[in-house]
């Protein structure tokens, strides 16, 4: 089992920045992805950014250049900078992490998320 509990969250105004963090409850060296996510009322989920164990990055077009997701073993955490927020940004963000484990032929998936952190930024 994984706990994942963001914090970081807050009011800004627009252009200013935010650091959210992701703490895991274990060794984040078991993630095979990690990511950011967020939502607003009645939307879908959409993603963020993502991270590989690897230390490959994906992020919507919307953030590029804007924000930066980091992942780091010796607090087993998992970081969103973000920068020059905008209105647009707001919403409640949660944090991701995917384990795989390998048995022999069989594989198995398990997807973990945070309760999520508001971030509002104002007009």
């Known amino acids: 089992q994984v706990q994942l509990v963001e914090s970081g969250g807050g009011s800004v105004q627009s252009g200013g920045s935010l650091r959210l963090t992701c703490a895991s409850s274990?060794?984040?060296?078991?993630?095979?992805?990690m990511g950011w996510y967020r939502q607003t009322p009645g939307n879908q989920r959409e993603l963020v950014a993502t991270?590989?164990?690897?230390?490959?990055?994906n992020y919507t077009y919307d953030v590029r250049g804007r924000f930066t997701i980091s992942a780091d073993s010796a607090k087993n955490t998992i970081e969103l900078q973000m920068n020059s927020l905008k209105p647009e940004d707001t919403a409640v963000y949660y944090c991701?992490?995917?384990?795989?484990?390998?048995?022999?032929?069989?594989?198995?998936?398990?997807?973990?998320w945070g309760q999520g952190t508001q971030v509002t930024v104002a007009s």
């Open positions: 991270i590989t164990d690897g230390g490959t990055t």
């Open positions: 274990g060794s984040i060296g078991r993630f095979s992805d």
């Open positions: 991701n992490a995917v384990v795989t484990t390998n048995k022999g032929w069989q594989r198995y998936r398990n997807e973990y």
